[in-house]
């Protein structure tokens, strides 16, 4: 079941790739039903928080009628989530945390360091299951990037 959820937070970062943004997507399920969808638009609204986890965190939220209601779900990120978004995640009380792609760059899930002070702060952690879908994943950041390097090259000649 990781991979049909997972696919359906890909489809979400297909979006951001089509807008030019970072492609990450994620979803928010619960009881098995997609509740929260959303994609990187950090670029779109101008807004250095507007990351996929994020919005598909409120967008859950406001389905549900309440943020508590986000204990009993699980959050499926194409990409390891960053340190602003790890946050969030302790924040809203979510059971799991499936991601696909690492991210040795920004991840904050694999830093010992942050985890462990994330987990002294909220005295509660999601489960974290990584690498599900995870050269799909990798794959679609690898082309995003390589296009953009492309795009910046020919701006130059």
Known sequence: ??????????????????????????????????VGRGFNRIELEQDPTAHAEI???????????????????????????????????????IKELIYGAGNSRYGAITDKNYTEIAKTAYMKEPKVTGGICEEKCRDLLQRFFKKIRIENKNEKM
């Open 1 to 34: 079941m990781n991979d049909f959820y997972m696919n359906e937070a890909y489809l979400e970062a297909e979006k951001a790739f089509a807008y030019d943004e970072v492609p990450i997507g994620a979803v928010v399920v619960r009881g098995g039903e997609i």
């Open 55 to 93: 919005i598909a965190i409120r967008e859950a939220a406001k389905n549900l009628g309440s943020w508590k209601w986000l204990e009993e779900c699980d959050l499926y990120v194409t990409v390891e989530p960053c340190l602003m978004c790890l946050g969030a995640i302790f924040q809203s009380r």
